[in-house]
Nanobody
Framework: QVQLVESGGGSVQPGGSLRLSCVAS????????VGWYRQAPGKQRELVAT???????NYADSAKGRFTISRLNNQNTLYLQMNSLKPEDTAVYYC?????????????WGQGTRVTVSS
């Protein structure tokens, strides 16, 4: 079992920035795949950015060039730096931790942190 606690959400004007944090109860080791997802009202949850335990990163097209996923070395903390925010970025953002174990992928979610972009 992995517990994930997100923080850093809030309200910001278009063009502003926020940094989301996610603290995991398990280390982000080489077998882990961690990431950020979001769910806007009335829409399905979608990928924002992921990062392997080895540091390889993947971004949704909507996030490229504006968002950066990172982690604190040797810590269990994942970040999402969001710049140039747009109203369409408004959503609940969820941290995800996945790990291949017992011959299958297991996945855990945080409780989510709300981001509102509005003038």
């Amino acid at each position: 079992q992995v517990q994930l606690v997100e923080s850093g959400g809030g309200s910001v004007q278009p063009g502003g920035s926020l940094r989301l944090s996610c603290v995991a109860s398990r280390s982000i080791d080489s077998g882990a795949l961690v990431g950020w997802y979001r769910q806007a009202p009335g829409k399905q949850r979608e990928l924002v950015a992921t990062m392997t335990g080895g540091g390889s990163k993947n971004y949704a097209d909507s996030a490229k060039g504006r968002f950066t996923i990172s982690r604190l070395n040797n810590q269990n903390t994942l970040y999402l730096q969001m710049n140039s925010l747009k109203p369409e970025d408004t959503a609940v953002y969820y941290c995800n931790y996945a790990h291949f174990q017992s011959s299958k992928w297991q996945s855990w979610w945080g409780q989510g942190t709300r981001v509102t972009v509005s003038s």
